[in-house]
């Protein structure tokens, strides 16, 4: 009987890694992620085959078939956008063809008319957001990774729980992974006060279960629709500098005045759409910022929201396009720096035809693996003149692109894997030759805190020191 026993067990494992490797050749979209995984389910499927279920998908289940049914009770939405069409979008250049490319890859338009204010630090950053909180007449809408019950979770509870009590409506959706460790307590007195609530949900549910290796890792406020903040910054004590190993941290977050906002509102709809099953009613009319006004000069912006559940690797498309058409300058701060072969290739060639490549990592890690990791690339790196800079004054958090003297990016993606293929991240690609002045200054300022980092910083390490590195790279594909 135990004989039996074991060998129907057996062949439930083996059955269940060939299921397994078929969806694997299925659905696959590198081959080397596709053989690492076969290569496991052959030789260890007692273990591989319950690793794959929670980490081998590719693609976000359900949310396509929600978002299809979001996007039938959006119309009314696109209709009201389309009477601003010509006064909200930017015209697409016949010389451009990159214009053209992007705004096709992300299904949103480049408005103009926009407001842009850098955010340079967590104290900055949140004494904006939460001024612009307390100014809200209509809804507040938050979206966040990581929401801690803190002193600055606290401060931004009392802030709702006060435009609640005025009878501004609130919306409020946190990733479940992310802020697994938010109180019950602290959404139960938001919920009782009358906000309306939701986790992402990937991990309840029926259609979401077993897909955890998702995250939703977006950071949007937005307020009546008229002001919107996207950027690097969650809610916790730790961006005011307060984190007892990653302190001071380092961080740049965005806000935005004008039609873009609008943009940003649809990327935040159908999130809450995926997690609620409904659309509240929102405010669809444009704000126009004009060069003239005071606040700033007219600014482009175009809103790349970028998922697992798109057609295409959105992300990984939209860093290789800015990669490839850079000319003069590149500049890029990543906390995790863990890019694909694609990606890495594309920095390549940059380098090597000319462009200032220059990729800032932070030097204290929050995330051991993909310190180890980042180590592997200094070779290929140095050899194609790359610079890899780490960041020393503290823990450098920021995701911001600067190209040529063109447009300046700010958002919530990293330059790795799971940003690229994982994540749903959004990004706000600025052209304004104010906030691109004001992003070179604040790079430069941050590569002063920096060391360059070479090929020789990794040859000189102990063998065991760069198997680790080596072996560290190999985890890329969830890193």
């Not at 081959?31 to 085959?49: E, H, K």
């Not at 126009?288 to 006004?293: K, P, Q």
């Not at 490839?324 to 863990?338: E, G, Q």
């Not at 991240?425 to 304004?432: D, M, Q, R």
């Amino acid at each position: 009987m135990d004989f039996s026993l074991i060998a129907s067990l057996l062949t439930l494992i083996y059955f269940l890694a060939l299921l397994c490797i078929f969806h694997v050749l299925k659905n696959f979209q590198t081959a080397q992620g596709a053989i690492a995984w076969i290569v496991g389910l052959i030789s260890f499927p007692y273990i591989t085959v319950l690793l794959y279920f929670f980490f081998g998908r590719s693609r976000f289940e359900g949310y396509v078939e929600a978002r299809r049914i979001g996007d039938k009770e959006l119309s009314h939405i696109s209709e009201s956008l389309s009477a601003y069409s010509e006064t909200c979008i930017c015209p697409s250049p016949s010389d451009n063809r990159e214009h053209d490319v992007i705004t096709q890859l992300t299904t949103m338009p480049f408005t103009q008319h926009n407001h842009a204010q850098l955010l340079v630090d967590g104290l900055e950053t949140y004494t904006s957001m939460f001024s612009a909180i307390r100014e809200a007449k209509e809804y507040i809408l938050i979206e966040f990774y990581i929401v801690r019950h803190d002193s600055t979770g606290e401060k931004l509870s009392t802030l709702l729980l006060d435009k609640l009590a005025q009878g501004v409506k609130v919306y409020f959706l946190y990733d479940d992974i992310g802020s697994a460790k938010l109180s019950n307590r602290y959404i139960n007195t938001l919920i009782s006060a009358g906000a309306q609530i939701r986790s992402f949900n990937t991990t309840s549910k029926r259609r979401k279960r077993f897909q955890i290796n998702f995250r939703n890792h977006r950071k949007i406020v937005i307020i009546d629709g008229h002001i919107g903040f996207v950027g690097g910054l969650n809610i916790g004590d730790e961006y005011l500098g307060l984190h007892s190993k990653l302190s001071p941290w380092r961080d740049t977050h965005l806000k935005l005045k004008g039609p873009a906002v609008l943009a940003l509102q649809i990327s935040f709809i159908e999130d809450w759409y995926w997690s609620a099953n409904k659309v509240p009613e929102l405010n669809w009319t444009p704000t126009i910022v004009y060069a003239h006004e005071p606040e700033s000069e007219d600014a482009s912006v175009l809103i790349i929201p970028s998922s697992a559940a798109d057609e295409f690797n959105t992300c990984e498309l939209f860093f290789l396009n800015c990669i490839n058409h850079a000319t003069d300058r590149l500049w890029i701060a990543s906390p995790y720096f863990v890019p694909s072969m694609k990606i890495m290739s594309a920095l390549q060639l940059a380098a090597l035809r000319g462009v200032d490549v220059r990729v800032m990592i932070p030097d204290n890690p929050d995330q051991i693996l993909v310190y180890y990791a980042a180590f592997s690339y200094l070779e290929t790196a140095d050899l194609s003149g790359i610079k890899i800079f780490r960041y020393k004054a503290g823990f450098m958090h920021q995701k911001v692109m600067l190209v040529d003297n063109r447009y300046a990016c700010v958002g919530t993606a990293n330059l790795d894997n799971r940003s690229m293929r994982l994540n749903f991240e959004v990004t706000a690609l600025v052209c304004n030759t104010q906030f691109i002045n004001e992003v070179e200054t604040m790079l430069t300022h941050d590569f002063s805190g920096c060391s360059q980092s070479t090929a020789q910083d990794y040859r000189q390490r102990s063998w065991a020191f760069r198997i680790v590195c080596r072996g560290a790279r190999l985890f890329a594909p969830i890193l």
